[in-house]
């Protein structure tokens, strides 16, 4: 407790590191709060396919009294770690469970697809697919349009029960995504292991292709590997027109990103759907010249 030791010793009264944890306990504290008083909310960043909206990816912020919107890189590390995850999971997909289901009440936006960022601390939960298909059935979503992200820390320690959860869940029609795919530690040949219907691009590798050919040759590999396998490859990131090109030429289904549209809310994002889906609606119907 602070005894001198010499080299490496941390000192129990160092001025940064008690504020840093008083400032975490803080910041947990809010954040429970906020769970219970209705302060956190879903961005949507449409996800684009053959140049139409196909759907949205679902984002988490928190509307904080007096700090305002905060991002959820702020946040979700601290749930992480104190187990608030699993309740601002279970939030975030009863949200979604229920805008889906709203959804399939438009015409239009009948065949959109949702995507929810899960955390691996859920998807271990023994009563994860349980609970998530009490929740289908409640909301009466269509677990066809219900695209679940994880990323390869899922998959770290008990492989098996996120296989299990998982493969139970796309029995009932739910689809997975791997989320920042190229990032983690998992082997190319670790992919044809899990029961996937998509990956993810990251939007590391999409930032820097234009500039980096080692960035463009793991895009490329990447997205081949993945079609080989059956699974539908998406790229988030996408900035520009040519990072967009790039990345149809090598073979990419689906691409998300700032060239579209920033994450925006839900009454936005269905306003861009409909721009969108009834322009080209018109413009289908118009005699070819
Ligand atoms: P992610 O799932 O990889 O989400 C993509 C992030 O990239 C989002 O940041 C999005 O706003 C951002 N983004 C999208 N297009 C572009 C672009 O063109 N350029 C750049 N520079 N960025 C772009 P956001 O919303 O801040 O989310 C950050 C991360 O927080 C997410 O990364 C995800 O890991 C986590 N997260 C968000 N919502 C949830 C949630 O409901 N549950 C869990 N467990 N994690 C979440
Ligand atoms: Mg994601
Ligand atoms: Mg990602
Ligand atoms: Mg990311």
Not at 58 to 71: D, F, K, T
Not at 97 to 107: E, I, N
Not at 180 to 198: I, V
Not at 208 to 235: C, H, K, W, Y
Request: net charge negative; hydrophobic share 40%.
């Amino acid at each position: 407790q602070g005894k001198a030791q010499g080299r490496g010793t941390v000192h129990f009264f160092d001025p940064s590191l008690a504020e840093a944890a008083q400032q975490r306990a803080r910041l947990e504290a809010d954040l429970r709060l906020a769970l219970q008083q209705g302060q956190l909310l879903l961005h949507y960043q449409p996800q684009i396919r053959d140049g139409q909206p196909s759907g949205a990816e679902a984002l988490v912020r928190w509307q904080h009294p007096e700090r305002g919107l905060i991002p959820p890189g702020e946040f979700i590390p601290v749930a992480e770690t104190s187990g608030l995850i699993l309740p601002l999971g279970q939030w975030v997909l009863e949200q979604a469970c229920a805008v889906l289901a709203q959804w399939q009440r438009d015409p239009l936006l009948q065949a959109m697809t949702l995507s929810v960022n899960v955390s691996a601390h859920q998807v271990q939960q023994p009563g994860f697919v349980l609970h998530l298909r009490q929740l289908l059935e409640r909301s009466g979503c269509n677990p066809q349009r219900l695209k679940l992200e994880l990323t390869e820390s899922a998959f770290i320690g008990d492989e098996q029960t996120a296989i299990r959860a998982m493969t139970a869940l796309r029995a009932l029609g739910i689809r997975f995504s791997l989320d920042d795919f190229g990032t983690g530690y998992s082997s190319l040949s670790h992919l044809k292991k899990l029961p996937l219907d998509q990956i993810k691009i990251d939007q590391s590798f999409v930032r820097d292709l234009l500039d980096d050919p080692d960035d463009a040759a793991i895009t490329q590999v990447i997205t081949q590997l993945a079609r080989n396998f059956g699974m539908e490859v998406i790229a988030e990131g996408v900035e520009l027109p040519e990072q967009k090109a790039f990345l149809e030429g090598v073979g990419c289904h689906a691409f998300q990103g700032y060239l579209f549209a920033r994450p925006v809310s839900l009454s936005d994002f269905e306003a861009f759907c409909h721009a969108h889906l009834a322009a080209s609606a018109t413009h289908a119907l118009k005699p070819r010249a």
